[in-house]
């Protein structure tokens, strides 16, 4: 991954190109957590796709 990284992002050193890489793992692993709660909890599912719905009326692309 940081390969594709240091393509994106020429400028940056291996030390920040490793903390790029940290940072998404990161970030990822938060947004599973987030969508393993969700499918484990029915109703907060329907309340996420409800409000997903309403947003995505409101930002139509």
């Known amino acids: 991954m940081k390969s594709q990284f240091k393509e994106l992002y020429p400028h940056l050193s ?3 190109l490793e903390e790029v890489e940290k940072t998404l793992r990161q ?3 938060v947004v599973l957590r987030l969508m393993d709660s969700l499918e484990s ?3 907060a ?3 996420y796709k409800a ?3 309403y947003f995505k009326k409101q930002n139509p692309r």
């Open 14 to 16: 291996d030390d920040e």
């Open 51 to 53: 409000l997903a719905k």
């Open 27 to 29: 970030y990822i692993s």
């Open 41 to 43: 909890d029915p109703e």
């Open 45 to 47: 599912m329907r309340e």
